[in-house]
């Protein structure tokens, strides 16, 4: 699914959908505007108050998303049959009325949910902050809101606020906490947008008389109001919101509204995805890592690990654990963050094989996290790939073709090679953009010195004959500027 908005398969976007330039597709990005009604934190603040303000972000380069809620409960199946798609999505996918949709509500008593472990999880997975879904496009708030009754303590037999136990248990643990909030569809709530899908007919696409609406009513009742309990009722947090699918509906002006609200919280970092024009702060590739990183921009690819977000019971299709540490090494090398996701199910469990594979990426952080965490990109380049001379994508541009021997991290007097693919003997650099004054393996506790030799404008590193990781091996030169 290389759609922006977490929502359909590729497939079937391109068969059922007609959308403007607002979703961050591969190689394309959300379109923005440079004069808005409302100036942005980012509108006014200096390079050194952004870099201040991103500074804890941009080091973190790895994070949790979470997609949970009543979705989780038919778990791609309804009415006995499975249906296509991503999970979080069926409600639309299945035209699901509304009716029997918030229907769920009451069978939702996720009592097997853990904050404690939750946090856990991501700790020991090496990620340093979570993100999870506080209301999807389904309209349905996972915490305590007094703007709609549709939410998991009025409305269901938890009578819990997740967000506010994860909050707690962030502050305890030191894993920093943002929200998802789906600003601009909401299939519930009447006059919530919804994105163009199957046979639902324009102009709103929706499939149900109780979702007609105004536009600018929902907003000012339900989503303004929502967004600012987020951002008031827990404590410390939240320190990302994460918006998603704009629509033409978000006109500038309302999209001015609720940046009047994130201005209030001066250190708030927020993405590309708001709508009415505003840049954020981060731009969202979704289920693909571009090429050569978006240079310039702040950037995260967030992605699955397998085809859903959120959860569905026969979606096993998981990537292998050196497919997830391999993408985390790639988008680290170039200058971004990877916010991976998990999908529990409607009581609240993990999956299993979320769990393995979470863990797997903890123990190579363990040992390998220096290179990552606090990293800069490459200084090199070339070793993620090219562009095909004559091999052209969907778009007609030339294909980019990966390689996966190496990639490349640094810090001010370091530079890492992380190794996918063991040489024979040695392994060669080309040319230096910096004296290198030393080497050895990441791994190695005693940091035992590897011979380096000089051949012409390069060097060779000595290497022993089998690495001490199989996915990736970390090879640390020692540099003077």
């Not at 006014?44 to 989780?72: C, K, N, V």
């Not at 903890?362 to 220096?370: D, F, I, S």
């Not at 089998?466 to 996915?471: N, T, V």
Request: proline share 7%; aromatic share 10%.
């Amino acid at each position: 699914m290389k759609f922006a908005c977490r929502t359909l398969s590729a497939a079937l976007l391109v068969a059922s959908c007609t959308l403007p330039a607002l979703a961050q597709l591969e190689g394309d990005h959300i379109a923005t505007t440079a004069k808005h009604p409302v100036a942005a934190i980012q509108d006014t603040e200096t390079p050194a108050q952004r870099d201040a303000r991103m500074a804890w972000w941009r080091d973190a380069r790895f994070g949790m998303f979470i997609h949970w809620g009543l979705y989780s409960i038919p778990a791609g199946t309804w009415n006995g049959k499975p249906i296509d798609g991503v999970g979080e999505w069926i409600m639309n996918t299945a035209s699901i009325p509304v009716a029997d949709y918030k229907a769920l509500a009451k069978q939702f008593n996720p009592t097997a949910f853990n904050a404690h472990d939750i946090v856990a999880l991501a700790k020991s997975s090496g990620m340093k902050y979570i993100v999870i879904t506080a209301k999807h496009h389904d309209g349905f708030a996972m915490f305590d809101s007094k703007a709609a009754p549709f939410n998991i303590v009025d409305g269901t037999p938890f009578h819990r606020d997740p967000l506010r136990e994860l909050a707690i248990e962030c502050k305890k643990q030191g894993i920093k906490l943002g929200f998802y909030y789906s600003q601009d569809q909401d299939w519930t709530a009447p006059g919530g947008a919804a994105y163009q899908t199957g046979d639902h007919k324009p102009p709103t696409y929706h499939w149900d008389e109780a979702q007609d609406g105004d536009f600018a009513t929902y907003l000012h009742t339900k989503a303004i109001p929502q967004i600012k309990e987020l951002l008031t009722n827990y404590g410390d947090f939240p320190v990302v919101i994460w918006f998603d699918t704009p629509t033409k509906d978000m006109t500038p002006a309302l999209a001015g509204e609720i940046v009047a609200l994130l201005n209030q919280h001066p250190n708030l970092i927020w993405n590309n995805r708001l709508g009415g024009g505003y840049k954020g702060d981060t731009e969202t590739p979704e289920q693909f890592i571009p090429p050569q990183g978006y240079p310039g921009l702040d950037w995260e690819s967030c992605m699955t690990m397998n085809d859903t977000w959120g959860y569905k019971s026969w979606d096993n299709n998981f990537k292998s654990t050196e497919t997830l540490i391999r993408n985390l090494v790639d988008i680290a090398s170039k200058g971004g963050n990877y916010l991976l996701n998990i999908g529990p199910d409607s009581k609240g469990n993990v999956p299993p094989a979320e769990i393995e594979r979470l863990h797997a990426m903890g123990k190579w952080l363990a040992v390998n996290g220096e290179s990552i965490y606090g990293t800069h990109p490459t200084l090199f380049g070339a070793e993620a790939g090219a562009f095909s001379s004559t091999e052209k994508d969907k778009d007609g541009k030339p294909k980019f073709i990966a390689s996966w021997n190496w990639r490349s991290t640094t810090k001010a007097d370091m530079i890492y090679i992380e190794i996918f693919t063991w040489p024979s003997g040695s392994f060669h650099l080309d040319t230096l953009p910096r004296t290198v004054t030393g080497a050895y393996l990441l791994a190695d506790p005693s940091h035992t010195s590897l011979t380096i030799t000089k051949t012409g404008k390069g060097i060779d590193i000595a290497l022993p004959s089998h690495p001490l990781d199989p996915i990736a091996t970390v090879l640390v030169l020692k540099t003077a500027n």
